[in-house]
């Protein structure tokens, strides 16, 4: 059984920081592309930032600069540091794994608020 597990999220202030954190179980970590999204209230899910096996990473252009992607295949985990929190990074975030387009996973979601 596939297991996304999120955690970290809250209430910070305008330009503050959260760490978030994924564990993965029952897959292959290694062998996939880890990711994080967000879904603000009234809005598509959009993408934030993936981490490819090779370490490789990718972001929006909202967050570039202030946030940072990064995993752990010895521990199974894939972390996201949020930098310079704007109200518009408001939204839950969701942990995604995927390898393919049958085989890909979301963790149930953790809500950030970015309010004074």
């Known amino acids: 059984q596939v297991q996304l597990v999120e955690s970290g999220g809250g209430l910070v202030q305008p330009g503050g920081s959260l760490k978030l954190s994924c564990a993965a179980s029952?897959?292959?970590?290694?062998?996939?592309?880890m990711g994080w999204y967000r879904q603000a209230p009234g809005k598509q899910r959009e993408l934030v930032a993936t981490i490819h096996t090779s370490d490789s990473t990718n972001y929006a252009d909202s967050v570039k600069g202030r946030f940072t992607i990064s995993r752990d295949n010895a521990k199974n985990t894939v972390d996201l540091q949020m930098n310079s929190l704007k109200p518009e990074d408001t939204a839950v975030y969701y942990c995604?794994?995927?390898?393919?387009?049958?085989?890909?996973?979301w963790g149930q979601g953790t809500q950030v608020t970015v309010s004074s």
């Open positions: 995604n794994a995927y390898y393919s387009a049958m085989f890909h996973y």
């Open positions: 029952g897959i292959i970590f290694k062998t996939y592309r």
